[in-house]
């Protein structure tokens, strides 16, 4: 009976310990090489250990984004579009916002990055102590021979009722060029 006990303890044991690991599995069709698609996979200790990022998304978790967020505005998603324009325009261009709609509970920036052609985007924001939201990016992936004019959009949710709520401006970056003032 007693090994019996001692049997299923250790089989509990296992399975709440496998229960504590997060798995992945990336399924990759479009290899450089151009040889048969790939499988990795990846096994981590803790669910809340593993982070996978894929194509633009929003980089999970900032202090920039806890800030914004502070002072009642949410960065909810991104959007992409593919190459819109890789001529002239992209080689000579810079980024900038083109563009933004606020209204009671949301907010929308239109935005136009000029970035390699390979690239995809992790986006981060930051609100600043005088109340300018700074909308960040970091282009990564493989290195291509081009460049190209990619639209992009933030989305917010914005809680204008919160006392700490002082949204000013928003702004690409740090560069002043861009600046949007926001009444």
């Not at 450089?32 to 929003?58: A, K, N, Y």
């Not at 505005?73 to 933004?100: P, Q």
């Amino acid at each position: 009976m007693k090994n019996l006990l001692l049997l299923f303890f250790l089989i509990a044991l296992q399975t709440n310990l496998s229960a504590q690991r997060d798995t992945v599995l990336i399924y990759r069709s479009n290899t450089l090489s151009g040889d048969e698609p790939s499988l990795d996979t990846f096994l981590f200790d803790s669910p809340m250990l593993g982070q996978v990022l894929i194509g633009t998304c929003i980089l999970p978790g900032t202090g920039g984004q806890m800030s914004a967020y502070g002072n009642g505005v949410w960065f909810e998603k991104v959007t992409k579009s593919d190459c819109m324009n890789n001529g002239e325009e992209a080689y000579h261009g810079s980024s900038r916002i083109n563009s933004f709609e606020i209204n009671d509970s949301t907010l929308v920036v239109d935005m136009t990055f000029f970035d390699n052609c390979c690239y995809e985007f992790l986006c981060d924001v930051e609100m600043g102590e005088d109340g300018i939201l700074h909308l960040n990016y970091t282009g990564y992936g493989s290195l291509c021979a081009c460049l190209c004019c990619f639209g992009v959009q933030y989305h917010f949710t914005l809680d204008k009722e919160s006392e700490y709520y002082n949204l000013k401006g928003i702004m690409l970056g740090n560069d002043e060029k861009t600046l949007r003032k926001v009444e």
